[in-house]
């Protein structure tokens, strides 16, 4: 990567994020300028599946960290096996919407900065969705340390998070340069925002998580998802 993010970014990644709340599930629903037509929007779908599949089959129980919550969506499906989760998010108008949207008292809800925020508590298991690609490459390690100090002996990690693939995001938003970390982001009313977005490689990340001493698998879906899962254990990974 040619640059680190400064200070200013992150602060307007969140400002982007608080400002983006009330219209963030157009993204995951393919609605508006994310609607990119029945046959990919089909395809998109499908595959979400294989990774709502995916966390399903892992059957995460206990006290489960949720790291950049967001509206709610992975919240819901945690919740069907988790016996409590914190909800953590940098966006106040992210946990409303989580919170009316999950209504649960399983759920406790934690407004903080995700760059500079270290648990007290350790867990069952950590998750995070659409969360990594906006880690700077450069604060990549210490976010993946607090993860594992986060995680009891054997503990599990769930993560999904987006692919390079250009139909993934609006119609008119264009995908940062391969060498950069930085992305222009549009809302519905036309103010831009800068904002960190990485797409990182499976074989590459596998290796950062093991180097914490995550025992991560990491997979792609055929054109939008990358995902992974595995405990705090040996310090190893894999990919395929």
């Excluded at 046959?39 to 599949?53: G, K, L």
């Excluded at 950049?68 to 914190?86: D, E, H, N």
């Excluded at 992305?183 to 499976?202: A, C, H, S, W």
Aim: charge should be negative; charged fraction near 20%.
């Amino acid at each position: 990567m040619s640059e680190t993010v400064s200070a200013q970014t992150l602060v307007e990644m969140v400002s982007y994020y608080r400002a983006r709340a009330h219209e963030y599930d157009e993204w995951f629903y393919r609605r508006g300028r994310y609607d990119r037509g029945p046959e990919i929007n089909a395809r998109w779908f499908v595959e979400a599946e294989e990774v709502f599949a995916a966390l399903d089959a892992l059957g995460i129980e206990g006290e489960v960290l949720e790291l950049a919550c967001g509206t709610g969506i992975w919240t819901q499906r945690l919740l069907c096996t988790a016996s409590s989760i914190t909800a953590v998010d940098a966006s106040p108008e992210m946990l409303a919407i989580n919170h009316a949207k999950v209504a649960s008292d399983r759920v406790a809800y934690v407004q903080t900065d995700l760059f500079t925020w270290h648990p007290t508590h350790t867990y069952d298991a950590v998750c995070f969705a659409f969360w990594i690609s906006h880690v700077p490459t450069e604060r990549l390690d210490s976010f993946l340390s607090m993860v594992a100090t986060a995680l009891r002996p054997g503990g599990s990690i769930f993560f999904v998070d987006e692919r390079r693939e250009p139909t993934g995001t609006a119609i008119n938003h264009h995908l940062p340069e391969s060498e950069s970390q930085l992305m222009l982001r549009r809302l519905n009313d036309g103010r831009t925002f800068q904002i960190v977005k990485n797409f990182y490689e499976p074989v590459p990340l596998a290796a950062r998580f093991a180097a914490v001493g995550l025992d991560v698998m990491v997979y792609e879906t055929a054109s939008y998802f990358l995902y992974g899962y595995g405990t705090r254990g040996k310090a190893s990974g894999a990919s395929r």
